[in-house]
Nanobody, 129 residues
Framework: QVQLVESGGGLVQAGGSLTLSCVASGRTSSSLAMAWVRQAPGKEREFVSVIDWTTAITYYAVSVKGRFTTTRDNAKKTVYLQMNNLKAEDTANYYC??????????????????????WGQGTQVTVSS
């Protein structure tokens, strides 16, 4: 299994920016891609973005496209989520997650994330309006 640790969350005003990081360790060779998933209070988990480790191809949710950018540093086994022009509706706990041999394209269409078996502890992002 892959161990994941997120960091970088915090409180920011609407229109501001934050960058989240996710460091992977363990059996990372089984991970083809890394997703960011968020969960707001009282709501279901929601796909945010995903990046392929090898090709760096990315997919984004419509709600964040053009504002969020996902990148990766293979040498550091780290994925980043740069969030710009943050809105109050971006407030949520943000998780990075991956699953064995699941492609970025597959992850981008998930509404249930039960196949993702490695999750970080989450990092809270709060956007004040």
């Amino acid at each position: 299994q892959v161990q994941l640790v997120e960091s970088g969350g915090g409180l920011v005003q609407a229109g501001g920016s934050l960058t989240l990081s996710c460091v992977a360790s363990g059996r990372t060779s089984s991970s083809l891609a890394m997703a960011w998933v968020r969960q707001a209070p009282g709501k279901e988990r929601e796909f945010v973005s995903v990046i392929d480790w090898t090709t760096a191809i990315t997919y984004y949710a419509v709600s964040v496209k053009g504002r969020f950018t996902t990148t990766r540093d293979n040498a550091k086994k780290t994925v980043y989520l740069q969030m710009n022009n943050l809105k109050a509706e971006d407030t949520a706990n943000y998780y990075c997650a991956t699953g064995r041999d699941i492609t970025a394209q597959t992850m981008s269409t998930m509404t249930s994330f039960s196949r993702l078996d490695s999750w970080g502890q989450g990092t809270q992002v709060t956007v004040s309006s």
